[in-house]
């Protein structure tokens, strides 16, 4: 359970604490009215008292990282989430989902809450990281190694409800499979070049290896920003070798080569692929006779010779 120190009225009733009670803490200023029926503690986090003195609670994405959902990293500010009035007397300070504006009666939102509002603050692979982080937690919960999820699936679903068509399309594109934000940035981004993807491809010796393109391109990506260490070093060393042996070509990348060097690294796979080197011998020779085949159709002339 979240205790930012700041609590409305009816949760210090719900605490049993009366009102000749509350009169006399304040007194002693053990609470301090923070107004439109707020109280804080001394020892209140600074985030959620300044979050209450603007009159708003935790929502969207700063709400969804307090229950441990995978963020796309250029979220760095705090999210908030008005009444009716507060979005009337400050229009623009606060995050808004698709329908009309929710009371306030806590200074940490809900999940679903945090997530229909989160639909209308990130982008396409923003709400797709977010929703297989969600998708992926209850998986992991379903086989046991977490103790909790924090939404179901049907529960991820319906937050979209109202929300446009190339919202909704977000959902569709989700993967429960995906371990990590910079997988699923991954996967989008080259299923958006017509590549094909597989996801969580199980490999003898591997195991269960992040995306896999075509037939043998093996692409593993770091989730965190700093990933180091003499095991990480010997085992990628490893993987490796238990990949050449099964004639496959491994791809490592690092957090910083999808999150802030993409372009340069799609490059990278786009070679691999222009080559064939994603492809088994046999499948890249059918590639090879299709394209010549191609040739012949459209400029004869200009065929490389077999």
Same mark, same amino acid.
């Given at each position: 359970?979240?205790?930012?120190?700041?609590?409305?009225?009816?949760?210090?009733?719900?605490?049993?604490?009366?009102?000749?009670?509350?009169?006399?803490?304040?007194?002693?200023?053990?609470?301090?009215?923070?107004?439109?029926?707020?109280?804080?503690?001394?020892?209140?986090?600074?985030?959620?008292?300044?979050?209450?003195?603007?009159?708003?609670?935790?929502?969207?994405?700063?709400?969804?990282?307090?229950?441990?959902?995978?963020?796309?990293?250029?979220?760095?500010?705090?999210?908030?989430?008005?009444?009716?009035?507060?979005?009337?007397?400050?229009?623009?300070?606060?995050?808004?989902?698709?329908?009309?504006?929710?009371?306030?009666?806590?200074?940490?939102?809900?999940?679903?809450?945090?997530?229909?509002?989160?639909?209308?603050?990130?982008?396409?692979?923003?709400?797709?990281?977010?929703?297989?982080?969600?998708?992926?937690?209850?998986?992991?919960?379903?086989?046991?190694?977490?103790?909790?999820?924090?939404?179901?699936?049907?529960?991820?679903?319906?937050?979209?409800?109202?929300?446009?068509?190339?919202?909704?399309?977000?959902?569709?594109? @989700?993967?429960?499979?995906?371990?990590?934000?910079?997988?699923?940035?991954?996967?989008?981004?080259?299923?958006?070049?017509?590549?094909?993807?597989?996801?969580?491809?199980?490999?003898?010796?591997?195991?269960?290896?992040?995306?896999?393109?075509?037939?043998?391109?093996?692409?593993?990506?770091?989730?965190?920003?700093?990933?180091?260490?003499?095991?990480?070093?010997?085992?990628?060393?490893?993987?490796?070798?238990?990949?050449?042996?099964?004639?496959?070509?491994?791809?490592?990348?690092?957090?910083?080569?999808?999150?802030?060097?993409?372009?340069?690294?799609?490059?990278?796979?786009?070679?691999?692929?222009?080559?064939?080197?994603?492809?088994?011998?046999?499948?890249?020779?059918?590639?090879?006779?299709?394209?010549?085949?191609? @040739?012949?159709?459209?400029?004869?002339?200009?065929?490389?010779?077999?």
């Amino acid at each position: 359970m979240h205790d930012f120190g700041v609590y409305t009225r009816r949760e210090l009733r719900s605490r049993n604490v009366t009102d000749s009670d509350l009169r006399r803490d304040v007194r002693r200023e053990i609470y301090t009215p923070e107004g439109n029926g707020w109280y804080s503690i001394p020892s209140a986090d600074p985030t959620a008292l300044a979050a209450v003195r603007k009159h708003g609670a935790l929502s969207c994405v700063t709400a969804l990282e307090h229950y441990g959902v995978w963020l796309p990293p250029q979220v760095d500010k705090v999210h908030l989430r008005g009444n009716s009035q507060a979005n009337r007397d400050h229009p623009g300070r606060y995050c808004r989902h698709f329908g009309r504006p929710l009371p306030v009666t806590t200074i940490l939102d809900d999940p679903h809450t945090a997530l229909r509002h989160a639909l209308r603050c990130l982008d396409p692979e923003g709400i797709t990281v977010v929703c297989d982080s969600l998708l992926n937690m209850s998986l992991r919960m379903r086989s046991g190694l977490l103790a909790a999820e924090v939404l179901t699936p049907g529960e991820v679903e319906s937050a979209f409800d109202g929300a446009p068509e190339h919202i909704v399309a977000c959902f569709n594109r @989700c993967d429960e499979r995906a371990a990590s934000g910079t997988e699923t940035m991954g996967r989008v981004r080259l299923r958006g070049l017509g590549l094909k993807v597989e996801v969580q491809a199980y490999v003898p010796g591997l195991g269960h290896v992040d995306l896999k393109v075509g037939d043998r391109l093996l692409i593993e990506i770091d989730s965190l920003a700093h990933h180091t260490g003499v095991h990480n070093y010997d085992e990628d060393h490893r993987r490796d070798q238990v990949a050449t042996s099964l004639g496959l070509l491994r791809m490592p990348l690092t957090y910083k080569n999808v999150v802030y060097e993409w372009p340069t690294t799609v490059e990278k796979v786009l070679d691999a692929v222009r080559g064939g080197h994603h492809l088994s011998p046999r499948h890249r020779k059918m590639s090879a006779d299709i394209t010549a085949q191609r @040739c012949e159709l459209d400029n004869p002339r200009e065929c490389p010779e077999s």
